[in-house]
């Protein structure tokens, strides 16, 4: 467990550092060491939403989140991962899917951000719809999905990147508390009680984690380098979950 702890602080530490939740890495992580399957996503999703809603709250109150197209994002993506949550999924096919989803939300991270000033894209107004599986998929292997939102956003020149960190924050926090509500109505509010008797000591390390991502790490490193250590530590969390199938 000391081990585990300190591996859920130094996730939590890098992506919220860069606006993330790390529910992903959470994940492979307790997968790789051997936590039930079942209730692996209750207590990532758990984690996710102590790292992000102290930061969601701290850009609000920055001005930085652009509400109305946020909430267009997001509003779309909760039922997606509610749904999500609720799906019947066995085993393997969690892990491949985990797995795979950590490899492809590394690579995203390598993705161009966007310049500033720049003019939005013609398909920054389909992200919405980009919204709708990026839902399902939290929901359903217990992860946020501004991993895959944020990268995208700066793709598309979608806003600025305060206000991209702002929403990919918000998309986070709202998902994990509807792909949560899905996985406890799934297997039962049990598993709630069970995730967290046997986290507890790994949610104190992410709340410490996020406090210290969010108000020390940019100012040690620069953005773009904890962004590839971020990116580093997912895909090879994520291959090493898929390496064990």
């Not at 507890?200 to 940019?218: T, Y």
Request: with cysteine; hydrophobic share 55%; proline share 5%.
């Amino acid at each position: 467990m000391p081990l585990l702890a300190a591996a859920f602080l130094i996730t939590a530490i890098l992506y919220a550092s860069v606006g993330f939740g790390g529910g992903s890495t959470y994940s492979a992580l307790l997968a790789l060491a051997g936590f039930d399957y079942r209730l692996l996503p209750v207590l990532s999703l758990v984690c996710n939403i102590a790292v992000v809603a102290g930061s969601s709250v701290r850009f609000a109150r920055a001005g930085v989140t652009p509400w109305k197209s946020a909430l267009a994002v997001t509003g779309v993506a909760a039922p997606a991962a509610l749904l999500g949550g609720l799906t019947p999924i066995g085993e393997g096919q969690f892990f491949l899917l985990l797995g795979s989803s950590l490899v492809l939300a590394g690579l995203a991270l390598f993705l161009p951000h966007s310049s500033v000033g720049a003019e939005p894209s013609r398909l920054a107004k389909a992200m919405p719809l980009v919204a709708l599986p990026l839902g399902y998929l939290s929901g359903l292997v217990g992860i946020g999905g501004g991993i895959f939102l944020a990268p995208l956003l700066h793709l598309t020149r979608w806003n600025e990147a305060k206000s991209i960190a702002a929403t990919a924050s918000l998309f986070i926090l709202i998902n994990s508390l509807f792909g949560l509500i899905g996985q406890l109505l799934k297997n039962g509010p049990d598993t709630l009680g069970s995730a967290v008797t046997f986290g507890l000591p790994l949610m104190i390390a992410v709340v410490i984690g996020g406090q210290i991502g969010s108000l020390l790490a940019l100012k040690v490193f620069p953005a773009r380098v904890i962004r590839w250590m971020t990116a580093a530590l997912t895909i090879w969390v994520g291959s090493r979950l898929l390496l064990g199938l």
